[in-house]
């Protein structure tokens, strides 16, 4: 099942209706009252990273449910240029986005990135720590997102794998640890991937029930 495609904004424009779609969604899926609120939290925590995204984006958001677990996506067009995104970072006086706090922070700043219309070259280390390539073909893994075989994708799980190797001998690791300890977003969804397709990057954060 496909949900209807909420037109979303950065400026909060469409963000009732998301909510009001994951809503319907539980709902029509008469889910346990838990399981519904977490999907509005989901919905909501989607939405706040959307919202600190620097600029007017525009975005599209639906859920698809299949096999027991609920997809939720949003997608945008890679429209931000290198010298917007060099204009923004130069406000920092570090050159980086010391906005990147936080779980959400973090995937927010590599969305940003991902729609970087020039270059994908400025990405934040810690996108390195997640990423996979992805070679899962439609039909397998409902929680892997079926990219092209010679494409990437970043991944919540493996950023936390990761993060749980090094914590012991990298402070900046265990810092990153503690965070995802304290997120809700990565204590409340079982994936969340972030990757290009096409002209659009997309964050999907995966929930089963």
Not at 73 to 96: C, N, P, Q, W
Not at 98 to 116: H, N, Q, S, W, Y
Not at 150 to 155: E, F, I, K, Q
Request: glycine share 6%.
């Amino acid at each position: 099942m496909k949900s209807d495609v909420i037109s979303v904004k950065s400026d909060g424009g469409g963000f009732e209706q998301a909510l009001a779609q994951a809503e319907a969604v539980a709902a029509f899926r008469s889910l346990p009252k838990k399981t519904a609120l977490h999907l509005r939290l989901l919905t909501e925590e989607m939405m706040a990273m959307l919202r600190e995204i620097t600029g007017e984006t525009a975005a599209e958001f639906w859920i698809e449910d299949k096999d027991n677990t609920f997809a939720l996506h949003l997608t945008a067009s890679t429209i931000i240029s290198r010298s917007k995104r060099e204009e923004l970072l130069s406000i920092s006086s570090t050159g980086k986005n010391a906005a990147a706090k936080g779980v959400l922070g973090k995937l927010r700043d590599i969305f940003e990135c991902a729609m970087d219309a020039d270059s994908m070259g400025d990405l934040p280390v810690y996108y390195s720590h997640g990423v996979i390539m992805s070679t899962v073909m439609a039909g397998e893994d409902p929680m892997t997102y079926a990219f092209n075989a010679d494409m990437a994708m970043w991944s919540m799980q493996h950023f936390r794998d990761v993060m749980g190797e090094e914590k012991d001998s990298n402070p900046e690791a265990e810092e990153a640890w503690d965070e995802l300890e304290k997120s809700v977003v990565a204590n409340l969804a079982d994936e969340v991937s972030i990757g290009i397709r096409g002209n659009n990057v997309e964050m999907i954060i995966y929930k089963k029930y």
